[in-house]
C-alpha cells in the first residue's frame, strides 16, 4: 500500500482539479493585466481576456524578460507586486543567457515550499531522513527554495552547496546522511571522489539519492547507473526557477514525473516549432508552456519553457491524480536526423549502458537537421577494442542514427563536471567543446 501523497489536492479528480484551476486561471489573468505593467501592455485592453480564449493570448519568452529587466533592474515591469511585499530574489542559473531575476512574496514563498514538499515527498523524502543538500546554494533557487520546500516535510537538513565534496567525505560518518539531494552529475562526481578515498559508495549507508536541476534520474538506463553505484534507491525532481522551484516528482512507480503544483500552475503543450496547441492527453509530446496561478511577484502567463515533454497516463499506482509528464530534452538542444528527433539525454541513456563510468560527450551538430553520421566524441578511462563500434551499433540500432564515435581521455573535452554541462555542439555557429581542435576527434 503506497504511503499518502503530502497533499490531499494530489488525490482530488482529475475533472475537479480542473475546474478550480480554471477559475484559478481567470482570477490569475485579471490579476497580471492589473498589476503588471508588462501583461498591462501584452495583453492590451483586457477584452478577450479567458480561460476559453487563452490559446489566442501571446507566449512569454525568456528573451522579453531578460530585455524587460535590463531595461529597469532587478525584475522589470513583470513585476506585479509592491517591491515593499517582495521578500525575496533569486536568479536563474543563467546557463543560456543573462540571469533572470525572480521574485517572492510571503505567499509566493509559502505556496513555493507547498509544491516542493509535495515533489520531494512523492520521490520519497520521509521526516525521517537528513538529507545533505548538495546543489548551489548561491542565488540560484536550487539552493534556498528547494532547501525550505524539504524543510516543510520534516526533514533534517544539512545545507552543504557545492565545492564541500572532500569535507562531506570527511564527516560522513559523523553526519550519518540518509538521502543526497544534488545533479545527476554530482552524484557521479562525488561516487568518483568517495571511490578515490577507497571507500565504496554503496557501502555509504545511503537509502535515497534524489536528483534535480538537469536531466537523468528519470532515464532508466541513467537512474540504473546511479542505484547500482550508489547502493540506493533512485528519485527524480524537476522544476524551473521562473516558473516554481521544483514542481514536479516522480512517485514510488518511478516512470515520468508528477506535477505537483496543483492548484498552483496551468500547462499547456504546443508545437515547438509552430506554437499550435497540442491536445494535453496521454502519448502527447511537445513543448511545454506554463501559466502560474497565484504567483503575485512576478508571474508569468504561457511562458515557453523549452522544455519538450510526453504526457503520460492519468492513473498511476501510487494513487495520485496529478498529470504525469516525462521530460524528453530541451527543444533548443532537439536535433533532427532524417525526420527523427534526437534529445542528448537518449545518447546518454545509451552510454550509461554501454560505456558505464563514462565522462563527458559532446555531439557535434551541422544545422538543426544535420546529415549523418553525427560524430560523437565521449570521454572514457579506458578503450576496450571494440568500444566505439559498440556504441556505434546501439546508438543506430536504438536511436535510429549514425553517429561517428570517438573516444577521448577523461577531461579532454574541457567540459565542467560539477554543474550542467552542455552537450550538443552546433558547429555551423561556430560552437565547439573548448578541449576539441577539431572534428575528427583530436583534443589540445
Ligand atoms: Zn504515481
Known amino acids: 500500500m503506497p504511503d499518502r501523497p503530502f497533499s490531499p489536492l494530489e488525490l482530488a479528480e ?3 482539479a480542473e475546474r478550480i484551476s480554471r477559475q484559478l486561471l481567470a482570477a490569475q489573468l485579471r490579476y497580471v493585466r492589473t498589476a503588471s505593467a508588462f501583461y498591462r501592455r501584452k495583453l492590451g485592453d483586457g477584452s478577450g481576456l479567458s480561460v476559453e480564449n487563452l490559446a489566442a493570448l501571446p507566449f512569454t519568452t525568456k528573451d522579453e524578460l ?20 517582495i521578500v525575496r530574489l533569486h536568479v536563474t542559473s543563467g546557463t543560456s543567457g543573462r540571469p533572470l531575476a525572480i521574485g517572492f512574496t510571503r505567499a509566493d514563498h509559502e505556496l513555493s515550499c507547498e509544491i516542493g514538499a509535495r515533489a520531494y515527498f512523492s520521490a520519497g523524502i520521509r521526516r525521517e531522513d537528513t538529507v545533505l543538500h548538495c546543489l548551489n546554494y548561491a542565488l540560484y533557487v536550487g539552493g534556498l527554495a528547494d532547501h525550505l520546500s524539504i524543510e516543510r516535510i520534516g526533514a533534517t537538513m544539512v545545507p552543504v552547496g557545492i565545492g564541500q565534496t572532500g569535507r562531506i ?40 539519492l534524489v536528483v534535480g536541476g538537469e536531466p ?33 516528482g516522480q512517485c514510488e512507480a518511478r516512470d515520468g514525473l508528477h ?16 506554437g499550435a496547441p497540442l491536445p494535453r492527453e496521454p502519448a502527447s509530446q511537445g513543448e511545454i508552456v506554463y501559466t502560474q ?49 534526437v534529445f542528448p539525454q537518449a545518447v546518454e541513456a545509451v552510454l550509461d549502458q554501454v560505456a558505464p563510468g563514462h565522462g563527458a560527450f559532446a555531439l557535434l551538430v551541422e544545422g538543426q ?56 555542439f552546433r558547429t555551423d555557429l561556430g560552437q565547439f567543446p573548448p578541449g576539441l581542435v577539431n572534428l575528427a576527434g583530436e583534443t589540445r
Open 293 to 341: 496561478l497565484k504567483r503575485q511577484a512576478t508571474p508569468l502567463v504561457r511562458y515557453r519553457s523549452g522544455d519538450v515533454v510526453q504526457v503520460l497516463e492519468h492513473t498511476c499506482p501510487c494513487g495520485r491524480r496529478t498529470p504525469r509528464i516525462r521530460l524528453l530534452g530541451r527543444a533548443d538542444s532537439m536535433f533532427i536526423v532524417r525526420g527523427v528527433n
Open 66 to 85: 531578460r530585455k524587460a529587466q535590463v531595461a529597469d533592474p532587478p525584475f522589470g515591469e513583470i513585476r506585479a507586486a509592491a517591491q515593499a511585499d
Open 216 to 248: 537523468g534520474g528519470d532515464i532508466p538506463e541513467t537512474r540504473q547507473v546511479l542505484q547500482d553505484t550508489w547502493g540506493a534507491d533512485v528519485g527524480d525532481t524537476y522544476g524551473l526557477g521562473e516558473v516554481w522551484p521544483t514542481f514536479a
Open 14 to 16: 482529475p475533472a475537479e
Open 259 to 274: 506535477i505537483s503544483a496543483c492548484g498552483a500552475l496551468w500547462w499547456e503543450l504546443i508545437n515547438p516549432a509552430t
Open 169 to 208: 567525505l570527511d564527516m560522513w560518518d559523523d553526519l550519518r546522511p540518509t538521502v543526497v539531494f544534488c545533479t545527476p552529475s554530482y552524484a557521479r562526481h562525488l561516487a568518483g571522489a568517495a571511490h578515490a578515498r577507497g571507500r565504496e559508495p554503496a557501502a555509504l549507508g545511503l537509502r535515497l
Open 369 to 424: 537537421a544535420p546529415p549523418p553520421p553525427i560524430p560523437l566524441a565521449v570521454e572514457v578511462q579506458q578503450a576496450p577494442a571494440g568500444l566505439a563500434s559498440h556504441i556505434r551499433s546501439t546508438v543506430r540500432s536504438r536511436l535510429q542514427f549514425s553517429c561517428d564515435v570517438r573516444l577521448v581521455a577523461p577531461g579532454a573535452l574541457g567540459l565542467a563536471t560539477e554543474h550542467k554541462s552542455q552537450r550538443v
